[in-house]
């Protein structure tokens, strides 16, 4: 069967964070969340999640889970809010890098390169193909805005819901893709005694040149 990223997705239901449950502590929620990563007996991996670090225009970098969606000679596609802090911090530094850990195959790469939005139309192919529930949240949530609560969320779904009702969703201007066009890149592999391998691969006039380097 064919490798098709764009169709690799899932449904989130096991959880939810109720207002009123959640901690003031962080570090106690923290822990919490690890004691019960660590009793889960395998816990769900998608292979295509990966963690994409921006730097914002005060040289901060941020990091967070995003899941790649697509893979081509130009380089590595995912899609999100145009206006979230990712967006924005992207539009002020194009420079990004994705690390992806596999722990089962003791395996981690390491991208990274310059980021650049998606053609239109490739952004509509890709929306097209998400769930309507999806599409409708791309319109209702204003993503990495705060909200006063969770009844606000499902308030701006409900307003969504009503404006396209009988219509096709199409993609809101201010949601698409990213491509992160790779000029490095490394592979590590977990070996014996802490020695692991590291392949490091960097793009120099066009050309990738190949350096391991030590673990
Ligand atoms: C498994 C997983 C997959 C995710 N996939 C995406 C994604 O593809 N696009 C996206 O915008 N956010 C995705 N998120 C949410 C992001 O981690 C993040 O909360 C969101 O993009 C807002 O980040 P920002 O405020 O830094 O822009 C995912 C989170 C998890 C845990």
């Known amino acids: 069967m064919p490798l098709s990223l764009a169709q690799m997705r899932r449904q989130y239901t096991h959880h939810g964070l109720q207002d009123d449950a959640t901690m003031d502590d962080p570090l106690v929620m923290f822990r919490q969340w690890l004691q019960q990563a660590r009793d889960t007996e395998c816990a769900p991996v998608e292979a295509n999640s990966m963690m994409l670090s921006t730097v914002d225009s005060d040289g901060r970098p941020h990091c967070r889970v995003l899941l790649l969606k697509g893979l081509s000679d130009e380089g590595f596609t995912f899609f999100g809010h145009y206006h979230s802090d990712k967006g924005q911090q992207l539009a002020a530094?194009?420079?990004?890098?994705?690390?992806?850990?596999?722990?089962?195959?003791?395996?981690?790469?390491?991208?990274?390169?310059?980021?650049?939005?998606?053609?239109?139309?490739?952004?509509?192919?890709?929306?097209?193909?998400?769930?309507?529930?999806?599409?409708?949240?791309?319109?209702?949530?204003?993503?990495?805005?705060?909200?006063?609560?969770?009844?606000?969320?499902?308030?701006?779904?409900?307003?969504?819901?009503?404006?396209?009702?009988?219509?096709?969703?199409?993609?809101?201007?201010?949601?698409?893709g990213y491509c992160l066009h790779p000029d490095r890149m490394e592979f590590w592999q977990g070996r014996a005694d802490r020695l692991h391998d590291r392949l490091d691969y960097r793009l120099v006039d066009g050309l990738w040149q190949r350096n391991r380097l030590a673990p």
């Open 93 to 176: 530094n194009p420079f990004a890098a994705m690390t992806f850990f596999w722990p089962g195959l003791e395996r981690q790469v390491r991208i990274e390169g310059r980021v650049s939005r998606l053609d239109p139309s490739l952004s509509d192919a890709y929306f097209d193909s998400r769930s309507i529930g999806s599409r409708l949240g791309a319109w209702a949530s204003p993503q990495s805005r705060p909200l006063a609560d969770r009844a606000a969320l499902e308030s701006l779904l409900a307003d969504t819901i009503k404006r396209f009702v009988g219509q096709t969703v199409p993609r809101p201007e201010h949601w698409g």
